[in-house]
């Protein structure tokens, strides 16, 4: 509580005057009267004294002091005064810790140039009496000190000196959690609302939401980034796409590329190079085809390394590696009594739509004049044909089999039912995703039972499985228990979904691209049990599929699987820097500052009106007091 | 102050007391008795009897019934009027006008007596005697040169009513009305004096003098209430009180109580009671209050 006028309180001289006023006031007022015989009768007749009537002159004084000392109040003007947080300086700094501020100039990196600032600061402001917090925004956002003191001053100075030790272990290969800082920044100005926000980063932003953002970059700082590369199919021949950019300084730049296993040729490569010329922190792109490599036409390559040769500030953007050269080749092989052109065209189909992950090769048997092949393929279907022997090397779809062996799981029944029949759909498959069964009609099929390893997808009428699916470690097997002649399936858009459903079961990808950005989230798929992923610091197994990982380290990863056949398939794919890392130049449009309930300003309490109202208050009770005493 | 002047007395000329029929009372005056005697106004008739005077005999009833009778009369006495005059301190020191009112009253009680042919005495009640120093008036002269007197009686000390009555020489007995004027604000035995008169077969009336400030006290707060009756500070009569609104209500129920106990005990024993305040009209008090309880008509 306030006082605007403390010489108010000579009001509470008041209280001197009451005083006086009751020393001189006589006790007894002399009355004469004719006789006091009827005072003295009407002591019969006076009613028992209310308790209250025996202290109601100490309450008549008390309430005429009180009314004296709200009166004195009221002069004084009291106020209670908002709150207001202590005046002493409050800091909290964000450090950016993205992979931008490893830049460096003169062995120091900017991180180490921001780090060192923020211990100069805090000297300052815990010799002040301040307190000061700093957060690092790395891969994630956390607190490197909380509302440090002089007091804790040197376990805030040793965090950082341990951060500065290792800067590149300090950062992230991505961009900082700026949001996730500001979070936390957030909690802390719950405390101290009136805390300073500085953001130590390496980036200009047009709008920085009143934060104060300092800027450590040094203007000598310049940036050549490949900032992306990508293989462009062209009439079967890949031509390399770079765009490279030089931030901060123009330059006259030589891009390489350097290939290995050109055209399939085992441990061939070539170098080639492209000069470019680069300002305007514009980004430039360079292509690699037959004009820039001499006239060599490249049509596979194991994986392409791509590379500038500059001593710019920030090295971890001067490669990019190009894999997804070679395709892996699977090979179908469709052999059938009386082979049918909508599974020639089903494969033909597949083929051109997934040219991009795989080479298939396609080989058809007719086992009238010929016997197929159980060995030696990726993909087999067999139509109405009968089988000894199931191949052991590869998926097997078998289509109204004549006969199988028992190691298939499958018993043909000595029936063949035939009428005009819908089928059912049987348990949620991938294969079956989207197929709506009682499109298909089927005129005839032959009784069949499938052993508990297999699945069955789709039904006839009374519950008997036409189409199943086992797919075990050891073997792959699909099984249709109709002929497509006898069913309408290959005139709906059911059949190819099925072919190509089954294919991408069984043929799954294990990445949809070869590029990535440092943070960001990967689906990995796998033909075998396990896939193991290798690269970066990173060694994992994984076993449940889809699985995702996150990518926080740029560069080369290698995931690993070995098929049931024993075959082992090996993948790269490269994740780079994100670009807005690698540009020095450009500013960011807007920070996200941390939200901070406002501070209430001039919000100061008048307490004249109860005290105003305390004093009328008092005044009637003064008066009710009185007249009671009357 | 005084309400005694010519015209005060001119308004009650048209006035007299209404005294009991069964006084005694002396030959003379004007108020009819139960007893016959030798007016002309004819009561009764009553059958002759050896030794009455047969001139009395009416002729005019032997003539019908063979029988003698003779009329009879009504009696006409005189009766004596005593006022009994509280003279303490109470009735007159701090209020004058309080005095001046029991002395008007005792006055014009006083004049209808004599206009009446009455014979009046005043008997002044100081401490425990009663003084009668106008001794027994019978014609107009004599009564107003004692008014004049009477108006200059101070009213100091103070009076036992009991002791003043009963020790009085001149009570008398059976022969007229006895008027006690006074507040009644004592601690004496009022009742002896009541009881006494009564006992002496005279017609009582009470008259209960109270001043306007004695039925609505007007002072409050802390107060040293000062008796007039009182000898000094210490006197116990006086009294510290802080007067409050209870106070005031209670003193309200004594005085209404004392009034009260005043009138139902002469109620009781056949006497008549009238309080008036000092500010009532004389008048007023005089053709409404004695009216209405029957002493005048």
Redesign the interface.
């Known amino acids: 509580m306030n006082w605007l006028v403390p010489l108010g309180f000579l009001g509470l001289l008041g209280l001197l005057a009451l005083l006086l006023i009751y020393l001189i006031k006589?006790?007894?007022?002399?009355?004469?009267?004719?006789?006091?015989?009827?005072?003295?009768?009407?002591?019969?007749?006076?009613?028992k004294?209310n308790p209250i009537?025996r202290v109601q002159d100490i309450l008549l004084l008390i309430c005429q002091i009180l009314a004296i000392v709200a009166l004195a109040f009221i002069m004084a003007q009291p106020v209670l005064e908002a709150f207001r947080p202590a005046a002493v300086t409050q800091k909290v700094c964000v450090l950016d810790g993205s992979v931008s501020m490893l830049a460096q100039t003169d062995g120091e990196t900017r991180f180490e140039r921001a780090a060192g600032q923020i211990r100069t600061l805090a000297r300052q402001v815990t010799q002040e009496g301040g307190e000061i917090s700093v957060i690092l925004a790395g891969e994630d956002a956390e607190y490197v000190s909380v509302r440090t003191t002089a007091d804790t001053l040197d376990e805030l100075s040793a965090a950082l000196e341990e951060l500065c030790a290792s800067p590149a272990a300090s950062c992230t290969y991505g961009s900082a959690d700026i949001d996730g800082a500001m979070e936390l920044a957030e909690q802390v100005l719950a405390q101290t609302p009136l805390a300073d926000v500085m953001f130590y980063t390496s980036k200009e932003y047009i709008d920085d939401g009143g934060v104060e953002v300092v800027n450590v970059s040094d203007p000598s700082e310049y940036n050549v980034a490949i900032l992306n590369a990508e293989p462009l199919l062209v009439e079967n021949y890949y031509t390399f796409s770079v765009d490279v950019a030089s931030y901060g300084r123009d330059a006259d730049l030589t891009v390489y590329c350097q290939v290995y296993g050109l055209n399939g040729v085992e441990n061939a490569e070539e170098l080639y190079s492209v000069r470019v010329w680069l300002d305007g922190d514009t980004p430039q792109n360079v292509l690699f085809n037959a004009e820039t490599t001499g006239g060599t036409a490249i049509f596979a390559y194991e994986s392409a390394y791509i590379y500038v040769r500059a001593e710019d500030s920030l090295g971890y953007d001067n490669q990019f590696y190009l894999y997804g050269g070679t395709k892996e080749t699977v090979r179908i092989q469709y052999a059938s009594s009386v082979p049918n052109i909508f599974f020639r065209a089903g494969i033909m189909s597949l083929r051109e739509s997934l040219r991009s992950r795989w080479n298939i090769e396609y080989v058809e048997v007719n086992t009238q004049y010929r016997e197929a092949a159980t060995s030696g393929f990726d993909f087999y279907i067999f139509e109405s044909v009968s089988l000894p022997t199931l191949p052991t090397d590869g998926v097997v779809m078998l289509v109204n089999p004549l006969s199988v062996p028992d190691s298939s799981g499958i018993r043909l029944e000595n029936y063949v039912r035939s009428g005009n029949m819908y089928l059912s759909r049987g348990e949620d498959h991938p294969i079956t995703e989207g197929v709506d069964a009682s499109k298909i009609f089927v005129s005839e099929y032959a009784g069949m039972t499938l052993s508990d390893d297999f699945t069955t997808l789709l039904t006839a009428v009374r519950g008997e499985p036409v189409l199943g699916v086992r797919n075990d470690e050891d073997t792959k097997l699909v099984v249709m228990a109709f002929e497509v002649q006898n069913s309408d399936i290959t005139l709906l858009l059911e059949f190819p979904r099925i072919f190509f459903q089954t294919f991408e079961y069984f043929f799954p990808s294990t990445i949809t691209q070869y590029n990535f950005e440092v943070g960001e989230s990967v689906s990995l798929n796998a033909r075998a049990p396990e896939l193991k992923v290798s690269g970066q610091g990173t060694q994992l197994t994984l076993t449940q599929f889809p699985a995702t990982i996150r990518l926080s380290a740029y560069g080369t990863y290698t995931l690993t699987q070995t098929l049931f056949t024993g075959r082992d398939v090996v993948e790269n794919f490269y994740v780079k820097i994100p670009n807005s890392e690698s540009d020095f130049a450009t500013p960011v449009e807007a920070l996200t500052a941390p939200y901070v309930e406002p501070v209430p300003e001039n919000e100061d309490y008048d307490l004249l009106i109860w005290l105003a109202g305390a004093l009328v208050l008092l005044l009637f009770a003064e008066w009710a007091f009185n007249?009671?005493?009357? | 102050m005084s309400y005694l002047n010519d015209e005060f007395f001119s308004r009650l000329e048209t006035l007299a007391l209404n005294l009991r029929a069964d006084l005694a009372g002396f030959f003379g005056g004007k108020h009819l008795v139960k007893t016959y005697g030798q007016t002309v106004e004819f009561a009764d008739y009553r059958e002759y009897m050896l030794g009455d005077d047969i001139r009395r005999i009416d002729w005019n009833l032997y003539s019908r019934f063979e029988r003698f009778y003779i009329k009879l009369f009504t009696d006409e006495r005189q009766m004596h009027v005593r006022v009994f005059l509280d003279c303490s301190?109470?009735?007159g020191?701090?209020?004058p006008k309080?005095g001046a009112y029991a002395v008007a009253t005792a006055a014009a009680l006083g004049f209808l007596a004599i206009h009446n042919t009455d014979k009046v005495s005043f008997k002044l009640m100081k401490g425990e005697r009663c003084e009668d120093p106008f001794g027994i008036m019978f014609g107009k002269r004599t009564f107003f040169d004692v008014v004049r007197r009477l108006e200059g009686v101070p009213f100091e000390g103070d009076t036992d009513l009991g002791a003043a009555v009963t020790g009085c020489a001149d009570i008398g007995s059976s022969d007229g009305l006895a008027v006690i004027i006074s507040?009644f604000?004592?601690?004496s035995d009022w009742k002896k004096a009541v009881d006494y008169l009564l006992y002496k077969k005279q017609q009582v009336l009470l008259v209960q003098v109270l001043?306007p400030?004695?039925i609505d006290?007007l002072?409050?707060?802390?107060?040293?209430?000062?008796?007039?009756?009182s000898e000094d500070l210490a006197d116990p009569?006086?009294?510290?009180?802080?007067?409050?609104?209870?106070?005031q209500?209670?003193?309200e129920?004594?005085?209404k109580?004392?009034i009260g106990e005043v009138g139902s005990y002469c109620r009781m024993r056949g006497a008549d009671f009238i309080s008036v305040r000092c500010d009532t009209p004389i008048e007023k008090m005089l053709f409404e209050e004695l009216l209405k309880v029957g002493i005048m008509e």
Not at chain 2, 219 to 229: I, W
């Open positions: 006589p006790n007894f007022q002399k009355k004469s009267v004719s006789s006091t015989y009827v005072w003295k009768l009407s002591f019969r007749f006076q009613k004294r009537t007249r009671h005493s009357i | 301190a109470s009735m020191k701090e209020s309080k507040d604000f004592t601690d001043s400030e004695e006290p002072y409050v707060g802390r107060v040293h209430l000062m008796d007039a009756e009569r006086n009294m510290r009180l802080r007067i409050t609104r209870g106070m209500q209670a003193y129920d004594a005085l109580y004392l």
